[in-house]
C-alpha cells in the first residue's frame, strides 16, 4: 500500500500533471462562475450603451425643437 501511495504522490508532483489538474478545475470554475459573470457584465454595459445613444438622440432633438422654435420666432 505504501508503494501505491508513493507512486501516486510522485505522479501527482510531476509539473505536467499539477498543470492538467490545475487547468481542468480552473476550467470548470470558469464556466461555472466566470462565463455568466462576464455575460452579465456584457449585458449591462450593452443596456448602458442603448441608453446612452437613445438618450443622445433626444437630446438632438430637443436641440432641433428649440432652433426650429427660435426660427419660427423671427
Known amino acids: 500500500m505504501s ?3 508513493q507512486a501516486a504522490n510522485d505522479i ?3 509539473p505536467k500533471v499539477a498543470l492538467g489538474i490545475t487547468a481542468f478545475f480552473t476550467s470548470h470554475l ?3 462562475y ?3 459573470l462576464v455575460r452579465g457584465v456584457g449585458t449591462i454595459l450593452g443596456l448602458v450603451v442603448v441608453f446612452m445613444v437613445i438618450y ?3 437630446l438632438e432633438i430637443k436641440v ?3 432652433k426650429l422654435k ?3 420666432k423671427q
Open 56 to 58: 443622445k438622440i433626444h
Open 3 to 5: 508503494e501505491i501511495k
Open 34 to 36: 466566470g462565463e455568466p
Open 30 to 32: 470558469w464556466l461555472d
Open 64 to 66: 432641433l425643437n428649440e
Open 70 to 72: 427660435d426660427n419660427n
Open 12 to 14: 501527482l508532483a510531476h
